[in-house]
């Protein structure tokens, strides 16, 4: 199903001022052989990473190059074998959008304030304001399951942003939506970062999904990944997708993804 | 309709058989016969129908807070996951037979012995399917309550324990029945009241209509329990019922 997105007319009440950056430098990450016999999976080989703060980079790299290793370094859920990952506390918004299916919109959307200790009333009025905006005031009694794809990845953002975080990890947060819906989200999500800034850091596989929404593009090789390319998108916002900038720039990226 | 009619059928045989055949109505009492019982005694049916209903109500409730505090045992500690499941494959296997004798011996004649033994016989497919029910837990949806800084019992509390709860009830509907056998055990091997403990009394009074009237009324009680449980799972938890695809 198709569902109109109206982007959000007004910033949630809840931006922060103060947004975390994120450094990752000559970070190397292996995991030990699953099996007796098979080898250990270097996943990461030396990787730098730069986000300042309220900038958005995208990592792009072929699948299973250790993206989404990545990102679990900068939300601090495993160590890194060698280097330093320096970042501001971040909240991973992932592939699936993990919402409780026994909780409706609302109470999915104030999950994290309930984790941090927030009374039940006043995260129900925070979340609500913020599905308000972005579009799903008439859903916020509904169970994920009554929602569409498009419709719960909404709720997992709004989620994430009431996390309180000023970072945040996106992996490959549309991956699982029709291409239709996944352009319609995208649209939706520069439109949403623009109001709410945060610090970004999103891996994807999709080349033109990080040159439409990134400020930086960063490359990945196949496994162990290594930085091939960093690309600045120089473009003002909104950006339009057959901006011939953006064009010439996802040629570049995709030149170097396939050397 | 099927059913009804299979059913009508088998009683209609049974019926033309025993009124014809000259058996004894000790031996075999005709569907008729089983009715009459029924009605003629139904105060002493349903006072001891009060009795039994108790102990498998009580029993399965005892079983079910044990099953769910053991399943979760179970799923923090890989030490008591070892140790303990082959213990309690091993409880399953202790017949009921030899030991509800022995729990009269030692606790009575009373309710005591009839929990312990319909809770001993419901407790393992209670911890089978609630234990499985949290392992199933997705282990990102545990790292996204990391990131959110959430405590090991935060999580437990909403995420895991929510989601052990249609574990919980499959369990208790699997136990439904085993547990108005566990009840009937435990009657027989010594109770002053209760649908067992009137069996065993009606058969050597040649009041066999009125034992098999007892088997009905727990068999029926049985059904109405399992439909009770069905019930309060889709009231209850009916997100847990819907396909997790795309909705409309």
């Known amino acids: 199903m198709l569902t109109r997105t109206p982007a959000p007319e007004q910033a949630p009440q809840d931006v922060e001022t103060e947004l975390g950056s994120v450094s990752l430098r000559d970070v190397r990450k292996r995991f030990p052989a699953r099996r007796r016999g098979a080898d250990a999976v270097e996943a990461l080989d030396a990787v730098s990473l730069e986000a300042r703060p309220g900038e958005i980079v995208a990592v792009v790299g072929p699948s299973g190059c250790g993206k989404t290793t990545l990102l679990e370094l900068v939300c601090g859920l495993i160590e890194p074998d060698a ?18 299916p026994w909780r409706s919109a609302v109470d999915n959307a104030a999950l994290a304030l309930r984790v941090a200790g927030v009374g039940r009333e006043e995260s129900r009025t925070r979340a609500a304001a913020l599905l308000d905006d972005f579009g799903l005031g008439e859903f916020r009694q509904a169970r994920p399951y009554e929602l569409s794809g498009g419709m719960r990845q909404r709720v997992a953002f709004a989620r994430t942003l009431l996390s309180g975080r000023t970072v945040l990890c996106l992996d490959e947060p549309f991956a699982a939506l029709d291409a239709l819906t996944r352009q319609e989200m995208q649209d939706w999500l520069a439109g949403a970062l623009a109001l709410a800034p945060r610090t970004v850091v999103m891996v994807t596989h999709d080349v033109e999904e990080a040159i439409v929404l990134a400020d930086r593009v960063v490359v990945l090789s196949p496994r162990p990944a290594r930085v091939v390319a960093t690309l600045d998108v120089d473009v003002p916002r909104p950006r339009t997708r057959t901006d011939p900038r953006l064009v010439a720039l996802r040629e570049r990226a995709l030149r170097e993804l396939r050397a | 309709m099927i059913a009804v009619a299979l059913a009508l059928a088998l009683l209609g045989v ?12 000790f031996v075999l009492p005709a569907p008729t016969a089983i009715a009459t019982a029924l009605y003629d005694d139904r105060v002493l049916l349903w006072n001891n129908f009060t009795v039994t209903a108790t102990e498998i109500g009580l029993g399965l409730l005892v079983a079910m807070v044990l099953g769910l505090a053991c399943a979760v045992a179970i799923h923090f500690s890989t030490g008591l996951r070892r140790g303990l499941y082959p213990l309690l494959v091993g409880s399953q296997a202790i017949p009921i037979v030899l030991i509800a004798p022995l729990l009269v011996a030692w606790w009575g004649f009373g309710l005591t012995p009839k929990l312990a033994i319909v809770a001993l016989v419901c407790f393992f497919p209670i911890v089978v399917p609630t234990r499985d029910a949290l392992g199933r837990v997705d282990a990102d949806l545990r790292k996204l309550m990391r990131t959110f800084g959430a405590s090991r019992w935060q999580t437990f509390r909403m995420v895991e324990a929510p989601a052990a709860l249609p574990g919980l009830l499959t369990g208790a509907k699997l136990s439904v029945a085993v547990a108005a056998i566990g009840a009937t055990f435990a009657e027989l091997a010594g109770s002053d009241a209760g649908l067992g403990n009137l069996m065993l009394k009606a058969i050597p009074q040649f009041e066999t209509a009125r034992a098999f009237a007892a088997v009905l009324i727990l068999s029926g009680f049985s059904v109405a329990l399992f439909g009770l449980l069905a019930l309060a799972e889709r009231r209850l938890l009916p997100w847990a019922h819907q396909p997790r695809g795309t909705a409309p």
């Open chain 1, 83 to 100: 280097g330093t990952v320096d970042a501001a506390p971040a909240a991973l918004m992932a592939q699936r959008d993990l919402l409780l």
């Open chain 2, 14 to 25: 049974w019926e033309g058989y025993a009124q014809l055949s000259g058996i004894d109505e």
